[in-house]
């Protein structure tokens, strides 16, 4: 019920956000040292023929993979339509090297474009390019981590492979280690993460006992240490998750500090803005498969036009009223999109790709066209 929020939730709830954005700044001013580079495993691409089908891929047409991962969509958009060219984004130089390498297949030569780099970094590769503003006709995201990345112990987001405690998706491109943050950060600010990026209820007693064994051990350099310290602190080694899976009880911990270091969230939000103020022409289709609920409010608040001053808004529109605002502009704004949804309902994998891919079973997949 919209009486149900208040104005102080509403405020508390900014300042959160801001709150994390500010440790954020702290640690990307520092550069890091590079990370061993990992061997590409193979990575399933979930929801693809949806996402394919979505993007309704034309002959001549320009898309852009801003996820390339190790191309899974990228192959299917282009063996779907031969005539069509795509620009395949990622921040990991391993996941560029693949497109690199594909790119120079027979069947993709001169029609796949590889760019390395984040999001928030993209305007400046496009502008090398020199690609105009708004010259896509579709642009895809499908966030998260790939199963290379998962997967290979080195790169350091595996409680199962026990590997240096690292979860930087750029490698040695910069960012800072999770080793390095749990190195500096402070107490409140640990728990703040922890709670907010990993929804995890237990954090205060978790960044405690991370900070206690800070100065016992000098460093937690690896998964195994960070995972084992976890579990010891909860007294319990798994858990049941939203879907009633078993999970390993430092999950929660290992996806808050992932999302931090990746700045993750921040970089969501942007590439929403990107893909409606730069990328796509009015028309242009967007596909965003999303793997968990942070990242799947940010699309959903985009779609919805729920956005204040470039960021999704934390609150849902339905709580948007005279509560929240007396300004009868930015009331206006809310319940007015760029965008219309393809489907009514976010579209789901069905069970035989579940069992096919169990890393499916928590996608999302939402598509919608840029109307103005
Ligand atoms: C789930 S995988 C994509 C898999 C891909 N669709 C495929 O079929 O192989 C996500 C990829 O997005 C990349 N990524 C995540 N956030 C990014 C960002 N902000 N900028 C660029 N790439 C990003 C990751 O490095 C990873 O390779």
């Known amino acids: 019920m919209a009486s149900a929020i208040k104005p102080r939730q509403l405020m508390h709830q900014f300042l959160t956000r801001l709150r994390l954005t500010a440790i954020q700044n702290k640690y990307y001013s520092v550069t890091a040292t590079p990370s061993t580079p990992a061997q590409a495993a193979p990575h399933v691409p979930v929801l693809c023929d949806t996402a394919i089908e979505y993007l309704q891929p034309q002959p001549g047409g320009k898309y852009i993979d801003m996820t390339f991962g190790a191309g899974g969509h990228a192959r299917r958009l282009l063996d779907n339509c031969p005539e069509a060219t795509i620009y395949a984004l990622d921040r990991d130089p391993v996941a560029h090297q693949l497109a690199q390498r594909m790119s120079q297949e027979q069947n993709y030569k001169g029609r796949l474009v590889p760019l390395l780099g984040k999001f928030s970094e993209l305007p400046q590769l496009l502008q090398t390019l020199n690609v105009p503003p708004r010259s896509f006709d579709g642009v895809l995201f499908d966030f998260g981590c790939s199963s290379m990345q998962f997967d290979e112990a080195a790169r350091g987001f595996s409680i199962a492979h026990n590997g240096p405690l690292d979860m930087r998706m750029d490698c040695g491109r910069g960012g800072v280690s999770a080793a390095d943050v749990l190195a500096r950060i402070e107490e409140p600010d640990l728990a703040r993460i922890l709670r907010v990026?990993?929804?995890?209820?237990?954090?205060?007693?978790?960044?405690?006992?991370?900070?206690?064994?800070?100065?016992?051990?000098?460093?937690?350099?690896?998964?195994?240490?960070?995972?084992?310290?976890?579990?010891?602190?909860?007294?319990?080694?798994?858990?049941?998750?939203?879907?009633?899976?078993?999970?390993?009880?430092?999950?929660?911990?290992?996806?808050?500090?992932?999302?931090?270091?990746?700045?993750?969230?921040?970089?969501?939000?942007?590439?929403?803005?990107?893909?409606?103020?730069?990328?796509?022409?009015?028309?242009?289709?967007?596909?965003?498969?999303?793997?968990?609920?942070?990242?799947?409010?940010?699309?959903?608040?985009?779609?919805?036009?729920?956005?204040?001053?470039?960021?999704?808004?934390?609150?849902?529109?339905?709580?948007?009223?005279?509560?929240?605002?007396?300004?009868?502009?930015?009331?206006?704004?809310?319940?007015?999109?760029?965008?219309?949804?393809?489907?009514?309902?976010?579209?789901?994998?069905?069970?035989?790709?579940?069992?096919?891919?169990?890393?499916?079973?928590?996608?999302?997949?939402?598509?919608?066209v840029k109307i103005k």
């Open 197 to 368: 990026y990993g929804e995890e209820k237990a954090a205060k007693k978790i960044a405690r006992a991370i900070i206690e064994a800070r100065s016992a051990l000098h460093r937690i350099e690896t998964t195994h240490q960070l995972a084992d310290l976890v579990a010891s602190v909860l007294g319990e080694g798994q858990r049941l998750d939203k879907l009633q899976r078993p999970s390993h009880v430092a999950t929660k911990t290992f996806q808050a500090l992932r999302i931090f270091v990746n700045n993750e969230l921040n970089e969501i939000n942007y590439g929403m803005l990107l893909a409606r103020e730069l990328l796509l022409r009015v028309q242009g289709r967007l596909v965003a498969i999303t793997f968990h609920s942070l990242e799947d409010t940010i699309v959903k608040r985009h779609l919805n036009g729920n956005v204040i001053e470039g960021m999704a808004n934390p609150v849902p529109l339905k709580y948007c009223g005279h509560d929240f605002t007396h300004d009868p502009e930015l009331l206006e704004s809310f319940v007015q999109s760029n965008w219309r949804q393809l489907h009514r309902h976010v579209i789901l994998p069905d069970a035989s790709e579940i069992a096919r891919n169990s890393r499916s079973r928590s996608a999302k997949l939402r598509a919608a």
